[in-house]
């Protein structure tokens, strides 16, 4: 699949066009309202290896976020269009493993991510299982612990964040959650906890237009920094 053209191709679709129907060869799955008026449609595609997982975040404007995530919950690529930029995961001196934290309770990674195919960015953090779990919209999750930063390639501190986030096991899939974020002007606290899980025939599936905190006054920094929860989380 040609991600780029791909990419390019759903960001053209105003958020009111209607349903969200995923690339060629790519089956959605699973549509998700949360918090800060976001909405999420997940999709596999046929070409990608198993357990490859797409996510098409959307706010009222439009398409804001895609993301590329494996079964073991690595963000493998991404793009993002409110900072402009797009992301590939690179080294990986430790890598991410949901495999790891459901069985143990507890993973740390470090990896390297490529910007715009030139800056690389190192991140390195950890997750855990509190133990607490949740039933949201009659889905049970399971509670995480998180924290990472991420450092330039002279070593300077770019942005760290710390909170909590939710694990589905069932779809081997982090979805955000309360935590606090600095990207180098203070601690900025953001929730994007799911509130609404819709697979195929039910109510709400493959929407596009998002329905929860849309009358709230929004920050301008991109929700897709509410992430970093998926190993970088629910974003890169």
């Known amino acids: 699949?040609?991600?780029?053209?791909?990419f390019f191709t759903l960001i053209a679709w105003p958020a009111v066009a209607g349903s969200f129907t995923p690339p060629d060869g790519c089956t959605t799955f699973l549509t998700v309202q949360s918090k800060g008026c976001r909405v999420s449609n997940y999709y596999i595609c046929a070409d990608d290896s198993d357990g490859d997982?797409?996510?098409?975040?959307?706010?009222q404007e439009g398409i804001f976020f895609l993301?590329?995530?494996?079964d073991e919950g690595e963000w493998l690529e991404s793009?993002?269009?409110?900072?402009?930029?797009?992301?590939?995961l690179q080294d990986r001196a430790?890598?991410?493993?949901?495999?790891?934290?459901?069985?143990?309770?507890?993973?740390?990674?470090r990896f390297n991510l490529s910007t715009d195919g030139a800056e690389s960015i190192e991140v390195e953090g950890h997750d855990s299982l509190t133990g607490k779990n949740v039933v949201i919209d009659g889905e049970p999750l399971q509670q995480t612990e998180f924290e990472y930063v991420e450092r330039g390639p002279d070593g300077s501190l770019l942005r760290r964040s710390y909170g909590h986030e939710f694990i589905?096991?069932?779809?081997?899939?982090?979805?955000?959650g309360p935590s606090q974020w600095d990207g180098g002007t203070g601690l900025f606290p953001m929730d994007g906890s799911p509130l609404k899980f819709s697979e195929a025939g039910e109510a709400g599936f493959a929407m596009i237009k998002p329905i929860?905190?849309?009358?709230?006054?929004?920050?301008?920094?991109?929700l897709s920094r509410m992430s970093q929860e998926v190993q970088s989380h629910d974003n890169l």
């Open 53 to 59: 997982k797409w996510r098409a975040d959307f706010d």
């Open 1 to 6: 699949m040609m991600r780029g053209v791909v």
């Open 67 to 70: 993301g590329l995530t494996n």
């Open 94 to 109: 430790d890598p991410a493993s949901l495999r790891e934290l459901l069985s143990q309770g507890y993973d740390d990674y």
């Open 168 to 176: 589905s096991a069932k779809w081997r899939l982090f979805f955000a």
């Open 212 to 222: 929860f905190d849309c009358d709230a006054v929004m920050s301008s920094l991109p």
């Open 79 to 88: 793009y993002d269009t409110g900072a402009g930029t797009t992301q590939m």
